[in-house]
């Protein structure tokens, strides 16, 4: 049964720095991969979504890379600013398609 | 873009009480899916719609039903509504289960 994980579980950082958010997942056999910002109390925004066959995807100041072997997604926030401090979460596919599994997510707190 | 909206941000229900969660997607997509989220376990789907009338049970289906007499609205009904039904309820929708999905901003039920 896939199993997906985010580590770490919360993350804080000074405003300006480079950060990296990963997820992991047990079954290498999915479509896609999708992260999502969640911001307290409120619906899940994608963020991007990447392919099985494509290797990372950007937007802006957002990078999100995919190793399907080794059961991994990386997304790194370049620059970050107190406007992205949000819940991040990934989620893959289920094996028969039918819905999104997801990480628990990682708590971001960004700092001025 | 794609709009996802849910009929009410928040509910405060009585425990017996019939309840009715509403969601309406405006981009004609085929596949459409309950969540709820809880501290500690994440989002678990409840149901999903592929087609309209068509539906399949989800990962926690009981005391949950669903209706979709439409493209375009899914509405989740808790028959006899518990206080263990309390949580957020989140709607999405897809054009297939393989591609992105869309979320709505979520509905906040309360059951005393």
């Known amino acids: 049964k896939q199993e997906v994980t985010q580590i770490p579980a919360a993350l804080s950082v000074p405003e300006g720095e480079n950060l990296v958010l990963n997820c992991s997942f047990t079954?290498?056999?999915?479509?896609?991969l999708q992260w999502f910002r969640q911001d307290p109390g409120k619906g899940l925004t994608s963020l991007l979504l990447?392919?099985?066959?494509?290797r990372e995807q950007t937007s802006g100041r957002l990078n999100a890379s995919l190793d399907k072997s080794s059961g991994r997604s990386t997304l790194y926030i370049a620059a970050s600013q107190p406007g992205d401090s949000a819940t991040y979460l990934c989620?893959?596919?289920?094996?028969?398609?039918?819905?999104?599994?997801f990480g628990k997510g990682t708590t971001l707190s960004v700092s001025s | 873009d794609v709009k996802v909206t849910q009929s009410s941000r928040y509910l405060v229900k009585r425990t017996g009480e019939k309840v009715f969660l509403e969601c309406v997607q405006d981009?004609?997509?085929?596949?459409m899916f309950w969540y709820r989220q809880d501290p500690g376990l994440g989002l678990r789907l409840i149901y999903f719609?592929?087609?309209?009338?068509?539906?399949e049970k989800g990962d926690i289906p009981e005391g949950y039903s669903v209706s979709r007499e439409k493209k375009e609205r899914f509405s989740l009904i808790l028959e006899s509504a518990s206080t263990n039904q309390t949580s957020m309820y989140l709607c999405?929708?897809?054009?297939?289960?393989?591609?992105?999905?869309?979320f709505g901003p979520g509905t906040r039920l309360t059951v005393l």
């Open positions: 719609s592929y087609d309209v009338k068509m539906k």
């Open positions: 079954d290498s056999a999915i479509y896609n």
């Open positions: 999405a929708s897809a054009l297939s289960t393989r591609f992105e999905q869309f």
């Open positions: 989620a893959v596919p289920n094996q028969a398609g039918t819905a999104l599994i």
């Open positions: 981009m004609d997509h085929e596949n």
């Open positions: 990447i392919q099985s066959s494509q």
